[in-house]
C-alpha cells in the first residue's frame, strides 16, 4: 500500500448547527468546544455503566491492550457528533442529525441506542449503507446494519 501511495479514507462525522457545519473525526480535539463534548462524553460514559454498557473492544482491530482500545471506541467520530448535538440542542423535540461517510460500528450502534433511551431523545445517523433513526433505545434497523 505504501508503494502505490494507497491511503485509507479516514472516518468523520458531521452535524449540523444553527446553520454551520461541524466536521469530527476520530479523537478530534481541533474543535473549538472539545472540553464541552469531551466533558458531555464523560458525563454519557457514566450513565451508560449505570445501565450495564461494556465496551465491545472487539472492533477495535488495532494490536493496543483493552484499556487503549475502550478509549479508541470512545473517541470514534460519530460519537463525538452525538455529544455535540445534546451540548447545543435548543429544542429537545428536534432529532440530532449525524452523517459518517462510513458505516456505524457496532459499539457505536449500541451506544447511540443507549444515548437515546439516557437522553429521552430521537438520534438520526446516517452511515454509508442506511438511515439509522434511534429512539428509546431501539434503532430502525432492527439491528441489522
Same mark, same amino acid.
Given at each position: 500500500?505504501?508503494?502505490?501511495? $494507497?491511503?485509507?479514507?479516514? &472516518?468523520?462525522?458531521?452535524? +449540523?448547527?444553527?446553520?454551520?457545519? %461541524?466536521?469530527?473525526?476520530? =479523537?478530534?480535539?481541533?474543535?473549538?468546544?472539545?472540553?464541552?463534548?469531551?466533558?458531555?462524553?464523560?458525563?454519557?460514559?457514566?450513565?451508560?455503566?449505570?445501565?450495564?454498557?461494556?465496551?465491545?473492544?472487539?472492533? $477495535?482491530?488495532?494490536?493496543? &491492550?483493552?484499556?487503549?482500545? +475502550?478509549?479508541?471506541?470512545?473517541? %470514534?467520530?460519530?460519537?463525538? =457528533?452525538?455529544?455535540?448535538?445534546?451540548?447545543?440542542?435548543e429544542d429537545e423535540a428536534r432529532p440530532i442529525?449525524?452523517?459518517k461517510n462510513l458505516r456505524i460500528c457496532g459499539?457505536?450502534?449500541?451506544?447511540?441506542?443507549?444515548?437515546?433511551?439516557?437522553?429521552?431523545?430521537?438520534?438520526?445517523?446516517?452511515?454509508?449503507?442506511?438511515?439509522?433513526?434511534?429512539?428509546?433505545?431501539?434503532?430502525?434497523?432492527?439491528?441489522?446494519?
Amino acid at each position: 500500500m505504501k508503494s502505490k501511495d $494507497v491511503r485509507k479514507t479516514p &472516518g468523520f462525522s458531521y452535524i +449540523e448547527e444553527k446553520g454551520v457545519i %461541524h466536521k469530527f473525526y476520530n =479523537a478530534d480535539k481541533a474543535h473549538k468546544h472539545c472540553k464541552q463534548i469531551y466533558g458531555k462524553l464523560e458525563e454519557i460514559r457514566f450513565k451508560m455503566k449505570e445501565f450495564g454498557y461494556a465496551a465491545e473492544t472487539s472492533f $477495535v482491530l488495532h494490536d493496543i &491492550g483493552d484499556e487503549e482500545k +475502550e478509549n479508541a471506541l470512545y473517541q %470514534h467520530s460519530e460519537k463525538l =457528533a452525538v455529544a455535540f448535538g445534546l451540548i447545543c440542542a435548543e429544542d429537545e423535540a428536534r432529532p440530532i442529525q449525524v452523517i459518517k461517510n462510513l458505516r456505524i460500528c457496532g459499539d457505536c450502534h449500541v451506544v447511540i441506542k443507549l444515548i437515546s433511551k439516557m437522553y429521552n431523545r430521537e438520534i438520526i445517523v446516517r452511515d454509508r449503507v442506511r438511515f439509522h433513526r434511534f429512539k428509546d433505545g431501539t434503532c430502525s434497523c432492527r439491528d441489522y446494519w
